[in-house]
């Protein structure tokens, strides 16, 4: 079976490659490998929520891969309440324009119009996400449909499969947004990464059974136990902080961070975001990671997760 | 004796070259901090974002300890943003390039990411037909120095890979294919042999 240089099995991947949007002019624009490529040139970096292009710029120049434009940060989005949409064209294109990295965008689950939307403004990588007010309690959007990559968050290994399945080009954790308490995004992590390891040890004859309890498709799961991961990029979100919050998240093996509040919403965000970015790079140097975190100021203050009432868990929303 | 490559692991996709590099034959290490590039026959600078990957290299003093490299006779190879990071010049303000090689690049070249795209193109020194080239919000080289060749283009001649002595630069992604040429054309000019160009 083809095997790809970068480790990673190509044979779920060859299948899926052909373009399946409509009215393409140019067959090679937008293929599954730029998708999926793009996400792989984030790999060992943070990407940050901003909410106007002044933060945009000072998340550029701290040395984000990407900002991820949003009306309100998660932090805001659970005290206000309400339905949370995607953003403004107006503001997403501010922001476009104020910087040369990757722009992001977020569309509600399962609201493939506000995707297109996204696509046609130009963002680079549409987020389909649980922070927002989920638009369908069944479905999430046919992403093989767009040319524009997406990233979906996960809790467990079946369901990041289930949306790689549906076209996602990139994973992240769902942690638990707008807290700024790592330990739902430990969680995930764990449980996705433990997941790989147990389908690694399966004898064939179980891979079946393994795809009917994970609620995954099977070409997929039968790759996953074959390679050891997953076959896109795998982040981590929801709840990260710190400096050591995102060496912690790269320790445990995701290839890089999401911070979403965490940085606008505490008190020096330029000296945080750069001490973030710093971090991720040397995850496994204590000690410029110590000396990164020296003098930080507030960090957001933030809610632990567990006293959080169900209703109010971001989480749970994807199906 | 295997060749001592290290791959620039600041940010982007250095655990893609690594594989390669290591199915090659390659001792392979990741470089994070200047010291990491003493004893090195060459270094990949990979693909990722040239914004990062510069203010990254600036602040750990990598500007400095690259010219040296280079100087002391190392090769070096980047890739999209690798490219982006050795020019002289860039079109655009920021960020600002390490210098490492005459040339000068403008970066997203071809437009945002819904742009990118995959294409054949012949480069000159590898035999064995086109190379299969991946470009994600790619730059292209606008131009170069004396001593400096073009070693592939687009169809419309626009320039996507460049060599000069032990450096080369390409717009596009090999360590993103199965097709190991590219990186076996780098471990020949890592390993000092003469150019087949």
């Known amino acids: 079976m083809a095997t790809s240089t970068n480790g990673t099995a190509t044979s779920y991947i060859e299948r ?10 140019d067959a090679e624009v937008g293929s599954y490998a730029v998708k999926s490529g793009l996400a792989q040139m984030l790999k060992g970096g943070v990407i940050m929520d901003v909410v106007n292009d002044e933060q945009a710029k000072i998340a550029e120049d701290a040395g984000a891969v990407a900002v991820m434009a949003l009306e309100r940060v998660p932090a805001d989005i659970r005290q206000d309440g309400g339905v949370a949409r995607m953003s403004d064209p107006n503001m997403i294109e501010a922001i476009l324009k104020a910087v040369t990295i990757p722009v992001m965008a977020k569309s509600r689950i399962g609201h493939f119009v506000e995707a297109q939307v996204l696509q046609a403004l130009g963002v680079d990588f549409c987020d389909e996400s649980e922070v927002l007010t989920p638009a369908d309690h069944e479905f999430h959007s046919n992403k093989w449909a767009f040319k524009m990559p997406f990233v979906c968050g996960c809790t ?18 769902k942690g638990e947004a707008g807290t700024g308490d790592v330990v739902e995004a430990v969680t995930h992590a764990r449980t996705v990464l433990g997941e790989i390891k147990r389908l690694q040890h399966l004898p064939e004859m179980e891979l ?7 609620g995954a498709p099977y070409d997929l799961v039968l ?6 991961k997953l076959p896109v990029v795998n982040f981590a979100a929801g709840g990260i902080a710190t400096p050591a919050d995102a060496a912690l998240m790269m320790q445990i093996g995701v ?9 606008f919403k505490s008190g020096n965000p330029a000296q945080r975001a750069d001490a973030i970015v710093q971090a991720t790079t040397h995850f496994d140097n204590p000690d410029i990671i110590a000396n990164v975190s020296r003098d930080l100021g507030e960090a957001m203050v933030g809610i632990s997760s567990n006293e959080l009432p169900e209703s109010e868990q971001l989480a749970k929303r994807g199906w | 004796m295997p060749l001592n490559i290290g791959v620039l692991a600041l940010q982007g ?5 690594r594989a390669v590099l290591e199915s090659l034959g390659a001792a392979v290490t990741e470089v994070r901090l200047p010291h990491q590039l003493e ?17 990254l290299a600036h602040r750990w003093g990598f500007p400095d300890a690259l010219r040296h490299f280079v100087d002391e006779g190392g090769a070096v190879w980047g890739t999209c943003a690798g490219m982006i990071v050795m020019a002289n010049a860039l079109l655009e303000t920021e960020p600002e390039p390490l210098s490492l090689m005459d040339i000068t690049v403008s970066r997203n070249s071809f437009g945002r990411q819904v742009d990118s795209f995959e294409t054949d193109i012949p480069v000159k020194g590898v035999p064995g037909g086109p190379v299969h080239a991946v470009f994600i919000r790619a730059p292209s080289v606008q131009d170069q120095g004396e001593g400096v060749e073009c070693i592939a283009q687009l169809e419309d001649g626009t320039p996507v890979a460049v060599r000069s002595g032990k450096l080369m630069a390409t717009a596009f992604h090999p360590e993103l294919t199965p097709d190991t040429r ?7 000019l890592s390993a000092g042999e003469p150019s087949p160009v």
């Open chain 1, 255 to 263: 290839d890089g961070v999401f911070v979403g509040s965490g940085i």
């Open chain 1, 16 to 25: 899926v490659r052909e373009p399946r949007w409509l009215n393409s002019q």
């Open chain 2, 182 to 188: 590219i990186h076996e054309m780098f471990l020949r």
């Open chain 1, 223 to 228: 790759e996953v136990a074959r390679t050891g």
């Open chain 2, 13 to 17: 996709d250095f655990q893609e070259h």
């Open chain 2, 39 to 55: 004893g090195l026959d060459g270094l990949v600078i990979p693909g990722g974002e040239s914004t990062t990957i510069v203010k």
């Open chain 1, 156 to 173: 467990n290994l079946g369901e990041a499969l289930r949306r790689i399945g549906e076209g996602a080009s990139m994973i992240r954790t």
């Open chain 1, 208 to 214: 079946m059974t393994a795809a009917k309890n994970l």
